[in-house]
């Protein structure tokens, strides 16, 4: 049985595509969001324990969950954590923030982006149970590259925190060469961060998108396939 085989329009049939730049441009900006799809996830996994981000005994508390990202250069485009908000009194504000930082020999290094979504329980954090909150960017991985989630949230004079689920089962679904990482950093009154083997996962999914620039470089051609189209009339 003979392989399928893809073939690309040729130049002739583009240019009877009698259609708006615009309209191009937008359907391969939908295109690309139709293959974002979830690269690595451990959020079915049983949770054996939280992990306090915020106030708790007198100190604030900075937690981080390392993962690897896989084979091509992919847009993080989305991140849903296991969490919830244990305050002492209800409603916050907390203000919990979820950040890309860098690694640097098995701790996070530096900031790379802030993710946007909810910061406390009114916004749509829980304050029952651990359920999946999410959190949006835009931001190009590299591949095959070590990277660090970092969840914080400012400390007051009461314990009111956040609570980051984690998991010692090891079971994740996962793409091509990503992995969440075992084990997790701390950091605490904004100080060193220190390596915490515990052997537990921070509970997490990554939603990815194929890299814009695919689109672009695509859209590019069929404009100009198109104005080399209006040239020739």
Same mark, same amino acid.
């Given at each position: 049985?003979?392989?399928?085989?893809?073939?690309?329009? +040729?130049?002739?049939?583009?240019?009877?595509?009698?259609?708006?730049?615009?309209?191009?441009?937008?359907?391969?900006?939908?295109?690309?969001?139709?293959? /974002?799809?979830?690269?690595?996830?451990?959020?079915?996994?049983?949770? @054996?324990?939280?992990?306090?981000?915020?106030?708790? !005994?007198? @100190?604030?508390?900075?937690? /981080?969950?390392?993962?690897?990202?896989?084979?091509?250069?992919?847009?993080?485009?989305?991140?849903?954590?296991?969490?919830?908000?244990?305050?002492? @009194?209800?409603?916050?504000?907390?203000?919990?923030?979820?950040?890309? =930082?860098?690694?640097?020999?098995?701790?996070?290094?530096?900031?790379?982006?802030?993710? +946007?979504?909810?910061?406390?329980? !009114?916004?749509?954090?829980? !304050? +029952?149970?651990?359920?999946?909150?999410?959190?949006?960017?835009?931001?190009?991985?590299?591949?095959?590259?070590? &990277?660090?989630?970092?969840?914080?949230?400012?400390?007051?004079?009461?314990?009111?925190?956040?609570? =980051?689920?984690?998991?010692?089962?090891?079971?994740?679904?996962? /793409?091509?060469?990503?992995?969440?990482?075992? !084990?997790?950093?701390?950091? /605490?009154?904004?100080?060193?961060?220190? &390596?915490?083997? &515990?052997?537990?996962?921070?509970?997490?999914?990554? +939603?990815?998108?194929?890299?814009?620039?695919?689109?672009?470089?695509?859209?590019?051609?069929?404009?100009?396939?198109?104005?080399?189209?209006?040239?020739?009339?």
């Amino acid at each position: 049985m003979r392989d399928k085989q893809w073939m690309f329009p +040729t130049e002739s049939a583009l240019c009877r595509l009698k259609m708006p730049a615009g309209v191009i441009f937008l359907a391969l900006c939908s295109l690309c969001a139709s293959h /974002a799809t979830v690269v690595v996830d451990n959020t079915s996994d049983t949770a @054996s324990q939280v992990n306090a981000v915020g106030s708790q !005994n007198g @100190s604030v508390y900075a937690d /981080a969950a390392p993962f690897m990202s896989g084979t091509g250069n992919l847009d993080l485009v989305q991140v849903a954590l296991l969490l919830d908000c244990s305050y002492v @009194s209800l409603p916050g504000p907390e203000n919990f923030k979820l950040q890309l =930082w860098t690694d640097n020999s098995g701790l996070p290094g530096s900031l790379l982006t802030t993710f +946007t979504g909810p910061s406390d329980h !009114n916004s749509g954090i829980p !304050n +029952t149970h651990p359920g999946p909150v999410t959190f949006s960017t835009n931001y190009l991985l590299s591949s095959n590259t070590p &990277y660090w989630l970092v969840a914080s949230a400012p400390g007051n004079s009461s314990d009111k925190q956040f609570d =980051w689920s984690a998991t010692g089962d090891s079971t994740q679904t996962d /793409a091509s060469g990503w992995s969440i990482e075992s !084990n997790l950093a701390d950091q /605490a009154n904004g100080g060193s961060w220190t &390596y915490e083997p &515990y052997g537990a996962q921070l509970q997490f999914s990554i +939603t990815a998108a194929p890299e814009p620039n695919l689109f672009a470089y695509l859209f590019t051609g069929l404009a100009c396939m198109n104005g080399f189209r209006r040239l020739r009339k």
